[in-house]
């Protein structure tokens, strides 16, 4: 009898090839990945008149030296959105050390959710925050305002 068990139990883990064990680790790692940065994502929309611009921003994590954040922008109406005169942006109060435009393939784009063509893509800098919560304050330039809310730590855990 003991000997039947034993036949049975190399038969199952001889069937669960490492291939197939593989792949199943990396689609969970991914998810994973997605999920945690799906939860450190925040939208808005911002609104004169008859032209709005969509706003998602994702927390992608801090250094010693700076917050570091991936901002898309859609706007319904002007497509010349630009950083620092049509639009201004603040952690915490803190302005940004730099805005860099992402092309459409660029490989952070993968890391992160709402990854659309007709978007524009800007990886932003700010000056560090001892903090566990951000608020991100983006401004337009007719002084109308939205305010995003940022936990560094996980609000809760999936």
Same mark, same amino acid.
């Given at each position: 009898?003991?000997?039947?068990?034993?036949?049975?139990?190399?038969?199952?883990?001889?069937?669960?090839?490492?291939?197939?064990?593989?792949?199943?680790?990396?689609?969970?790692?991914?998810?994973?990945?997605?999920?945690?940065?799906?939860?450190?994502?925040?939208? @808005?929309?911002?609104?004169?008149?008859? #032209?709005?611009? $969509?706003? #998602? @921003?994702?927390?992608?994590?801090?250094?010693?030296?700076?917050?570091?954040?991936?901002?898309?922008? $859609?706007?319904?109406?002007?497509?010349?959105?630009?950083?620092?005169?049509?639009?201004?942006?603040?952690?915490?109060?803190?302005?940004? #050390?730099?805005?860099?435009?992402?092309?459409?393939?660029?490989?952070?784009?993968?890391?992160?959710?709402?990854?659309?063509?007709?978007?524009? $893509? $800007?990886?932003?800098?700010?000056?560090?925050?001892?903090?566990?919560?951000?608020?991100? #304050?983006?401004?337009?330039?007719?002084?109308?305002?939205?305010?995003?809310?940022? @936990?560094?730590? @996980?609000?809760?855990?999936?």
């Amino acid at each position: 009898m003991r000997f039947v068990y034993m036949i049975l139990l190399s038969i199952i883990l001889v069937g669960c090839s490492s291939d197939s064990v593989d792949k199943l680790w990396q689609t969970h790692k991914q998810e994973s990945n997605y999920r945690a940065k799906l939860l450190k994502t925040q939208k @808005a929309i911002l609104q004169i008149n008859d #032209i709005k611009t $969509y706003i #998602i @921003a994702t927390y992608i994590g801090s250094s010693k030296n700076h917050e570091r954040f991936i901002i898309s922008l $859609y706007t319904n109406g002007d497509t010349s959105i630009r950083f620092g005169k049509d639009y201004h942006i603040s952690v915490s109060s803190k302005k940004p #050390i730099s805005i860099k435009k992402l092309t459409n393939d660029d490989k952070l784009l993968k890391e992160i959710s709402f990854k659309t063509e007709w978007r524009k $893509y $800007y990886l932003v800098d700010f000056p560090f925050v001892d903090k566990d919560k951000l608020y991100m #304050i983006f401004t337009d330039k007719k002084g109308s305002e939205v305010k995003l809310y940022f @936990a560094k730590k @996980a609000k809760y855990t999936l």
